[in-house]
T-cell receptor
Framework: NAGVTQTPKFRILKIGQSMTLQCTQDMNHNYMYWYRQDPGMGLKLIYY???????DKGEVPNGYNVSRSTTEDFPLRLELAAPSQTSVYFC???????????FGPGTRLTVL | GQNIDQPTEMTATEGAIVQINCTYQTSGFNGLFWYQQHAGEAPTFLSY????GLEEKGRFSSFLSRSKGYSYLLLKELQMKDSASYLC??????????FGAGTTVTVRA
């Protein structure tokens, strides 16, 4: 089991560019989550999904979009990158909402 | 919104004990988690409490008091590899996780 994998590990974007952060899990987990982590702040939930075809907003969804076409994959899309989106992004998954969440290695994104 | 507080930094000596406190105010409660996060890495699960009391897992123990909105993580026989950030996270009434900002523990020889 690879667990939760994320690509890329690092990326630098220019303001206004778009990109997709990839997240895949091989644990057959129903629930998947995207968080961002900024220095000195707790992880903030961006979007989550309770199963294929179902997504919902978290605490800080503005500027992001997600889709969940398969159980395994949960990509996060940034359409018009802004400096405020410079952060470390973590994807996580769990079997259900009452189970422990397991995190991927993260993507460090810088928007200049 | 949710409010989760924990100290920013703690320093201790190798072999010693450190206690990291976490207080919380959330809309509903469905469990409290502690995660360990080494610099530049992903958070990894350490412990889970949903009922009052102490949960022990080797050198790590976690305590919960729901009536006081309080938890602590106890790290015993500290080792250099325990230098990391420790994140307190509370699962609220909607089963969402809210995280504290983390406590950076530095272990000195």
């Amino acid at each position: 089991n690879a667990g939760v994998t994320q690509t890329p590990k690092f990326r630098i974007l220019k303001i206004g560019q778009s990109m997709t952060l990839q997240c895949t899990q091989d644990m057959n987990h129903n629930y998947m989550y995207w968080y961002r982590q900024d220095p000195g702040m707790g992880l903030k939930l961006i979007y989550y999904s309770v199963g294929a075809g179902i997504t919902d907003k978290g605490e800080v969804p503005n500027g992001y979009n997600v889709s969940r076409s398969t159980t395994e994959d949960f990509p996060l899309r940034l359409e018009l990158a802004a400096p405020s989106q410079t952060s470390v992004y973590f994807c996580a998954s769990s079997y259900s909402d009452t189970d422990t969440q397991y995190f991927g290695p993260g993507t460090r994104l810088t928007v200049l | 919104g949710q409010n989760i507080d924990q100290p920013t930094e703690m320093t201790a000596t190798e072999g010693a004990i450190v206690q990291i406190n976490c207080t919380y105010q959330t809309s509903g409660f469905n469990g409290l988690f502690w995660y360990q996060q080494h610099a530049g890495e992903a958070p990894t699960f350490l412990s889970y409490n949903v009922l009052d009391g102490l949960e022990e897992k080797g050198r790590f123990s976690s305590f919960l008091s729901r009536s006081k909105g309080y938890s602590y993580l106890l790290l015993k026989e500290l080792q250099m590899k325990d230098s990391a950030s420790y994140l307190c996270a509370v699962r609220d009434g909607d089963y969402k996780l809210s995280f504290g900002a983390g406590t950076t523990v530095t272990v000195r020889a």
